[in-house]
């Protein structure tokens, strides 16, 4: 008697070769997913080192004001909901001491900014604050392009707190990217 064979469904090996080629597809996708996130973070710590260099090369030699000698250029670097920005202007020195930030003559709420990006996370723990009104951190450099606020050291991190960048500034204004 002839048997006949029924294709009624899936062999074990077909089902095993489906799911290890799905996982397959699964870790690459993961693996691409956290190249793109390190890389936004060194995006971010790259724009952050660039826009330091131009403030000190725009500072240098030059007063952001000649009329008024206690306005300095400056950087603020600060988040919104778990996005950060940059942006430039110039800060003013207070009697107090402080530094009160002005974005290009504009108002701040019509300028955010350079968008860094929202894959990053930026600790300046270790930064020298002499700004307290806003949120974020005021960078300010002097005429001699010596750093007066926002010196130390900035980490950029990915959202689960793996750093890939950080940014040193240092009180005499020079400054490096590890």
């Known amino acids: 008697m002839k048997q006949t064979r029924s294709n009624k469904g899936y062999t074990l090996v077909e089902m095993i070769i489906v799911i290890a080629i799905i996982l397959i597809v699964s870790a690459m996708a993961m693996v691409t997913v956290t190249m793109i996130q390190s890389a936004k973070a060194k995006d971010a ?26 306005k300095y250029y400056a950087l603020h670097l600060y988040d919104i ?8 202007g110039y800060a003013e020195k207070l009697p107090t001491g402080k530094y ?46 010596q750093c007066l606020a926002g010196y130390g050291t900035y980490s950029f991190k990915k959202r689960n707190q793996t750093e890939v960048a950080t940014n040193y500034i240092r009180q005499n204004g020079t400054h490096a990217s590890k």
């Open 100 to 145: 009160k930030f002005t974005s290009n003559g504009k108002n701040l709420n019509d300028d955010k900014g350079y968008s860094l990006t929202n894959y990053v996370v930026i600790d300046w723990d270790a930064v020298n604050k002499k700004e307290d009104s806003l949120p974020g951190i005021v960078i300010v450099y002097s005429k001699s392009g």
């Open 45 to 70: 710590a790259i724009r952050v080192d660039s826009e330091i260099a131009e403030i000190i090369a725009s500072s240098r030699g030059m007063a952001y004001d000649p009329a008024d000698p206690n």
């Open 81 to 88: 909901d778990g996005t950060y920005y940059i942006r430039r």
